[in-house]
C-alpha cells in the first residue's frame, strides 16, 4: 500500500513495462509522470485508487499502441493527459469520454491516420490540444463542436488535404491554429 502523503509520482527515464493493479492503494496522487519507460499496452485500471485525487497523468514516450475502450472512465477530474509519442494508431470512439475536466490533452507524436468524431465531445473544459507529427488526412466537420473553451490547437507535420465545413464551428475561444507544413 501506498504513502497517503505522497502527492507526486516521477518515475520517468526507466524501463517500466507495468504497474501492479494494487500498487497505488491508499495514495492520494496528483500527478504521475511515467515519461520515457517501455509500457506497450497499459491497463488503466491501477489509476481507479487514485481516481478522485489525480490531475495530471504524462505517459509520453513509452510505447502505448492501444488503449482499452472507456479507460479513462474513472479518471473525471483529470486535468492534463500526455500520451504523445507513443505508437497509437487510432483509438476508441469513447476513449476520452469520461474526461469532461480535461484540460489539456498531448497526442502528439503518433501515428494516428485519422480524427474520430466523438473524441472530443465530452472535453468541454479543453484548452489546448497538440496532434503534431501524425498522420491525420482532414479534419471532420464539428470535430471541435463542444469544445468551447478550446484555445490552441497544434495539427502541425500531418497529412491534412481537406478540412471539412464547420470543423472549427463553435471555436469562439480559438488563439491559436498551427497547422503548418501538412502534405
Same mark, same amino acid.
Given at each position: 500500500?501506498a504513502?497517503?502523503n505522497?502527492? @507526486?509520482?516521477? =518515475?520517468n527515464?526507466?524501463?517500466?513495462?507495468?504497474?501492479?493493479?494494487?500498487a *497505488?492503494?491508499?495514495?492520494?496522487?496528483? #500527478? =504521475?509522470?511515467?515519461?520515457? $519507460?517501455?509500457f506497450?499496452?497499459?491497463?488503466f485500471?491501477w489509476?481507479?485508487?487514485?481516481r /478522485?485525487?489525480?490531475?495530471?497523468?504524462?505517459?509520453?514516450? $513509452?510505447?502505448?499502441? /492501444?488503449i482499452?475502450?472507456?479507460a479513462? !472512465?474513472?479518471?473525471?477530474?483529470l !486535468?492534463?493527459l500526455?500520451l504523445?509519442t507513443? +505508437?497509437?494508431?487510432d483509438?476508441p470512439?469513447? %476513449?476520452?469520454? %469520461?474526461?469532461?475536466?480535461?484540460?489539456i490533452?498531448?497526442?502528439?507524436?503518433?501515428?494516428?491516420n485519422?480524427?474520430?468524431?466523438? #473524441?472530443? $465531445?465530452?472535453?468541454? %473544459?479543453?484548452? /489546448?490540444? !497538440?496532434l503534431e507529427?501524425?498522420? @491525420?488526412?482532414?479534419?471532420p466537420?464539428?470535430?471541435?463542436?463542444?469544445?468551447? $473553451? *478550446?484555445?490552441?490547437?497544434?495539427?502541425? +507535420?500531418n497529412? =491534412?488535404?481537406s478540412?471539412?465545413r464547420? %470543423?472549427?464551428?463553435?471555436?469562439?475561444?480559438?488563439?491559436s491554429?498551427?497547422?503548418? =507544413?501538412?502534405?
Open positions: 500500500y504513502n497517503p505522497l502527492r @507526486v509520482l516521477d =518515475i527515464n526507466n524501463r517500466l513495462t507495468s504497474i501492479h493493479v494494487r *497505488l492503494t491508499g495514495s492520494r496522487l496528483e #500527478w =504521475i509522470n511515467l515519461n520515457f $519507460n517501455q506497450v499496452t497499459f491497463n485500471t489509476l481507479d485508487s487514485v /478522485e485525487t489525480l490531475t495530471v497523468l504524462d505517459m509520453m514516450s $513509452n510505447r502505448l499502441q /492501444e482499452q475502450p472507456a479513462f !472512465r474513472n479518471l473525471g477530474i !486535468r492534463s500526455n504523445g507513443n +505508437f497509437f494508431t483509438l470512439g469513447d %476513449a476520452f469520454n %469520461a474526461l469532461t475536466n480535461l484540460q490533452l498531448f497526442l502528439h507524436g503518433n501515428f494516428l485519422l480524427l474520430r468524431p466523438g #473524441w472530443f $465531445n465530452s472535453m468541454f %473544459a479543453l484548452t /489546448e490540444l !497538440r507529427f501524425n498522420l @491525420v488526412p482532414s479534419l466537420a464539428r470535430i471541435f463542436a463542444n469544445n468551447h $473553451n *478550446l484555445r490552441d490547437i497544434g495539427l502541425s +507535420f497529412q =491534412i488535404t478540412i471539412n464547420n %470543423a472549427f464551428g463553435n471555436l469562439t475561444a480559438l488563439r491554429f498551427y497547422g503548418e =507544413i501538412n502534405f
